[in-house]
């Protein structure tokens, strides 16, 4: 793959040194990326294994850039905390344990998925809600979307648009690269998702309820 780009002078201490250019398309908010590619010694290597930096230290565009999709990334490993703490509730709330533990329902996503569709099909129609809910779930790839923004290395620079590297494992990588509007509808999913399970749950789990926040005095003409 190295031998696509045009080979230059390299920084002391490194093997091969290569001016490139990404092209990409823009209908996906993808653009062309300007860089410098450092190989070291290696069989193999790919894009989505690649670390990123910039010559010269991050500039204010970067950590502006930095700064707006944190929040965004942010807002998913939240959205991402409440569904997995929704599934264990209903798990538990469904084994009628009298004393329910989440120890006791401890376990990756999948595997909670997995558990909750089999206890909530075991309920037949007074479990058919929650079946719908996975089965949405489902549909619109929400683990999919969770685990491409949570275990991903991002491109947290400005210029190279919305970017991660993701390595997967079975040993393949890949470079995701999505508009700001398709990283927020996802972020949007991940929201709707955490809720709906979260009211499943409604009035058959320890709450606590925050008082309601007063209405803001309007200023006197």
Known sequence: MADEYAKVWGPPGTDTWYAITIEQTSDNGRQSIEASLVVPRANAWQLGEARLSRIGGRSPEDLHFRNQLY??????????????????????????????????????????????????????????????????????????????????????????????????????????QVTPEQLDEDCQKLLVYADSLDEAIDGKWLSIHLPRRKAPQQAED
């Open 71 to 176: 929040l965004r990334i942010g807002m998913a490993a939240v959205a991402g905390g409440r569904i997995e703490a929704a599934m264990k509730r209903l798990i538990l709330h469904m084994s009628g344990s009298p004393k329910p533990s989440f120890a006791d329902a401890e376990d990756p996503w999948k595997n909670i998925e997995t558990k909750l569709r089999k206890a909530a099909l075991t309920l037949s129609a007074r479990g058919a809600d929650v079946v719908r809910l996975l089965d949405w779930g489902r549909a619109n790839k929400i683990r999919e979307i969770r685990n491409d923004i949570i275990h991903a290395y991002w491109w947290d620079y400005s210029g190279v648009g919305i970017t991660r590297g993701r390595v997967h494992l079975d040993g393949t990588s890949e470079i995701i």
